[in-house]
């Protein structure tokens, strides 16, 4: 399908875990539609490559080495987008850890603060500061991620849930004190996702991967361009009604 109209003409975005997965496959299709794109995560850990592919493709994009969970390289970053391009439209706070598979009371307390420093921390960080940026240019669009398990209890997830979670509480509170502002704050919540996060918590085994499969009614893992059109959806004049919304995209993983 060609795209008559890009949604995202002259837009700048900002997307953070964009060295792969998801976060690779939103900040392409923004690309692909228009926008001027930042792409941010961890030194080395290939966002260099997804702002290649980008400007590969003829668009135009920076890669920003981040740590979302540290506040003046979020302001750094920020900062570095607007003197960059002039102005910061469209945001997906996407970086983020899983937890290993540990049971509440057997969970050190080390790894739970090492997810809750960039699950919850570096969404609050980052939505902090481009609010700040958005509104200097008149309101804009930000989208966090959240996960089924932002909206359902997983045993063994306790610390991943309860940042997921949090990230929900976060994005609705925000949404309402800055909708007047023209700054429209949503979640987006992947189910199964075929990533590399995926592959590691099945072990890259057919029978990890029969497992994770088979808690989604659709009977496949999605697809990361599936989620990176709801992000698009949900950041363009599209979804321009859509104000503290969770989307859910999960193959039905959460229904029950």
């Known amino acids: 399908m060609s795209i008559t109209t890009p949604r995202f003409t002259d837009k700048v975005a900002f997307v953070t875990g964009g060295a792969g997965g998801i976060g690779r496959a939103t900040a392409l299709a923004y690309a692909a539609e228009g926008a001027r794109v930042a792409v941010a995560d961890l030194p080395g850990a290939g966002h260099q490559e997804t702002a290649s592919m980008i400007t590969t493709a003829g668009g135009t994009a920076t890669a920003i080495d981040l740590d979302v969970s540290d506040a003046a390289q979020v302001v750094a970053?920020?900062?570095?987008?607007?003197?960059?391009?002039?102005?910061?439209?469209?945001?997906?706070n996407?970086?983020?850890?899983?937890?290993?598979?540990?049971?509440?009371?057997?969970?050190?307390?080390?790894?739970?603060?090492?997810?809750?420093?960039?699950?919850?921390?570096?969404?609050?960080?980052?939505?902090?500061?481009?609010?700040?940026?958005?509104?200097?240019?008149?309101?804009?669009?930000?989208?966090n991620t959240s996960s089924g398990?932002?909206?359902?209890?997983?045993?063994?997830?306790?610390?991943?849930?309860?940042?997921?979670?949090?990230?929900?509480?976060?994005?609705?509170?925000?949404?309402?004190?800055?909708?007047?502002?023209?700054?429209?704050?949503?979640?987006?919540?992947?189910?199964?996702?075929?990533?590399?996060?995926?592959?590691?918590?099945?072990g890259g085994t057919d029978d990890g991967y029969a497992d994770v499969i088979a808690q989604e009614p659709i009977g496949r893992l999605g697809k990361p361009e599936e989620i990176a059109s709801a992000v698009l959806w949900l950041t363009s004049d599209d979804g321009g009604f859509a104000v503290g919304h969770t989307l859910v995209v999960d193959g039905g993983q959460t229904i029950g």
């Open 149 to 202: 398990a932002g909206v359902m209890g997983i045993s063994g997830q306790a610390a991943y849930a309860a940042a997921k979670h949090a990230v929900i509480g976060l994005s609705k509170s925000t949404a309402l004190e800055y909708v007047g502002d023209g700054i429209r704050v949503n979640v987006v919540a992947p189910g199964m996702i075929d990533t590399k996060m995926i592959e590691r918590l099945t």
């Open 77 to 92: 970053a920020l900062d570095q987008v607007v003197s960059t391009w002039g102005r910061l439209d469209v945001a997906f």
């Open 94 to 143: 996407n970086a983020g850890l899983e937890q290993t598979q540990t049971l509440t009371a057997d969970l050190d307390d080390a790894e739970f603060d090492r997810i809750m420093s960039v699950d919850v921390r570096g969404v609050y960080l980052c939505v902090k500061h481009e609010i700040r940026h958005m509104k200097a240019t008149g309101g804009g669009a930000i989208v």
